[in-house]
Nanobody, 123 residues
Framework: QVQLVESGGGLVQAGGSLRLSCAAS????????MGWFRQVPGKEREAVSA????????YYADSAKGRFTISRDNAKNTVYLQMNSLKPEDTAVYYC????????????????WGQGTQVTVSS
């Protein structure tokens, strides 16, 4: 089992920044690819970004490209999502997820999910 706990969400004005963190515990963190997803009420959970076990491969949704940066620190068992130039449409609950064999850009292969952290961007 892998336990994931997100933090760093909050209320920010449009144009501002937030840094989300996801701390993992349980099994060996470096064995897992990690992803960030977001969901708004009434909509499907969508992939925002993902990073491979060794940080070589990264994925960004079109909506995140140029504004968000994913990174991980395997020594700290933590994955991050730096979000800059935030827009009201980025408002959502953000989830991190872990999986051994994932298809980046989709929910496929992610076995473990956090509880989510709310991000609200005011206009």
């Amino acid at each position: 089992q892998v336990q994931l706990v997100e933090s760093g969400g909050g209320l920010v004005q449009a144009g501002g920044s937030l840094r989300l963190s996801c701390a993992a515990s349980g099994r060996t963190f470096s064995n897992y690819a990690m992803g960030w997803f977001r969901q708004v009420p009434g909509k499907e959970r969508e992939a925002v970004s993902a990073i491979s076990r060794d940080s070589i491969s990264k994925y960004y949704a079109d909506s995140a490209k140029g504004r968000f940066t994913i990174s991980r620190d395997n020594a700290k068992n933590t994955v991050y999502l730096q979000m800059n130039s935030l827009k009201p449409e980025d408002t959502a609950v953000y989830y991190c997820a872990a999986g051994n064999l994932v298809t980046m850009g989709t929910r496929l292969g992610y076995n473990y999910w956090g509880q989510g952290t709310q991000v609200t961007v005011s206009s």
